[in-house]
């Protein structure tokens, strides 16, 4: 099992990244789990289509104790096993407190057991790096640590504090450093000021993302752009950035992994295999039984 945190500053595109990258995982025969680590609770709401996840502080503080593995997952599209952490009401509370909760109740009711994920994805707020948010980075829970910045200043300034963490982390045997994604934003000088960031912190830009369109058109319409258009440009960026991630991590491509021609015949029965998950989970959630293709909890 590998498991890759993603760090960025708000709005710099983390969670888009995460999904489409997740989304090019499953491609590839892998089972993804994607862990949305940040308060808004919307990391995984374009592979839900637009249907949000409950989160896992709020149904704890619910339920307690009798808080159950199937409340807590939902399967998004190309059977992307989706969660999320969620935080307090605004004002009150630690907002890191849900990501701690959240990584404590998928291991004690054995999430990664039941559903075997060949892949966590962690997508973590990277605007503050609190003894909360630097949890999947600790204890384990990570690998290594991917992050996400364009060229502009607050980006970079973000990226610099939560490349800072991790090194003072290194010599306790948590995450390293797996590199800089630079997710475009046309702004003057900006391949070289990441470059620039990746140097100063040992590391490299192991992949790019253009500034495109249709990333956007894409979350209108509810999807990832893995989804909506999946023979463009951009969604062969995302396949080749998922490629570079899991092999960093020393990952070794299934010898299966679908082809290009086979993934675009696949697309409309992926589809439908996301709507009969969702009629599944609808109606084990009323049976309290875990969720779609998994065995029912002892």
Same mark, same amino acid.
């Given at each position: ?13 983390? &969670?888009?990244?995460? =999904?489409?990258?997740? !989304? ?12 949305? *680590?940040?308060?808004?609770?919307? &990391? ?37 096993? *989706? ?10 509370? *630690? ?12 291991? /004690?009711? #054995? ?12 997508? !973590? ?8 948010? &630097? ?5 384990? +829970?990570?690998?290594? !640590?991917?992050?996400?910045? =364009? ?27 797996? #590199? ?29 993302? &253009? ?17 909506? +258009?999946?023979? =463009?440009?951009?969604?062969?960026? +995302? ?6 991630? +899991? ?21 409309? /029965?992926?589809?439908? #295999? ?19 293709? !998994?065995?029912?909890?002892?």
């Amino acid at each position: 099992m590998i498991k890759i945190a993603v760090y960025g500053k708000g709005g710099i595109g983390k &969670s888009t990244t995460v =999904s489409n990258v997740a !989304v090019a995982l499953a491609e590839m025969g892998l089972t993804v789990m994607q862990i949305g *680590c940040d308060p808004k609770a919307d &990391s995984t709401i374009q592979l839900r289509h637009g249907e949000a996840v409950p989160t896992v502080l709020s149904l704890y503080n619910e339920k307690k104790q009798a808080l159950r593995l199937d409340d807590m997952i939902r399967i998004g599209y190309h059977h992307v096993i *989706c969660v999320e952490a969620g935080g307090p009401t605004p004002g009150l509370g *630690c907002a890191g407190r849900g990501i701690i909760t959240a990584l404590e109740k998928l291991k /004690e009711t #054995g999430a990664y057991e039941v559903y075997k994920p060949d892949v966590i994805l962690y997508d !973590v707020l990277g605007d503050v790096v609190c003894g909360g948010f &630097s949890m999947p980075m600790r204890n384990g +829970y990570a690998d290594k !640590v991917f992050i996400i910045t =364009s060229g502009e200043n607050m980006a970079i300034h973000a990226a610099a504090n939560i490349a800072m963490a991790v090194e003072n982390f290194k010599n306790r045997g948590y995450a390293e450093l797996g #590199g800089i994604i630079l997710n475009r934003r046309d702004v003057p000088r900006e391949a070289e000021k990441v470059a620039e960031l990746a140097d100063d912190f040992h590391t490299a830009v192991i992949g790019t993302l &253009s500034h495109s369109e249709q990333v956007a058109l894409a979350e209108e319409q509810g999807m990832t752009l893995m989804e909506c +258009y999946p023979d =463009s440009a951009m969604a062969g960026e +995302y396949r080749a950035l998922a490629k570079q991630m +899991y092999t960093i991590c020393g990952g070794i491509l299934p010898e299966n992994a679908k082809s290009d021609m086979t993934k675009k015949k696949d697309t409309a /029965e992926v589809q439908s #295999g996301y709507e009969k998950n969702e009629a599944v989970s609808q109606k084990n959630q009323s049976e309290n039984t875990v969720d779609t293709v !998994v065995q029912e909890e002892n």
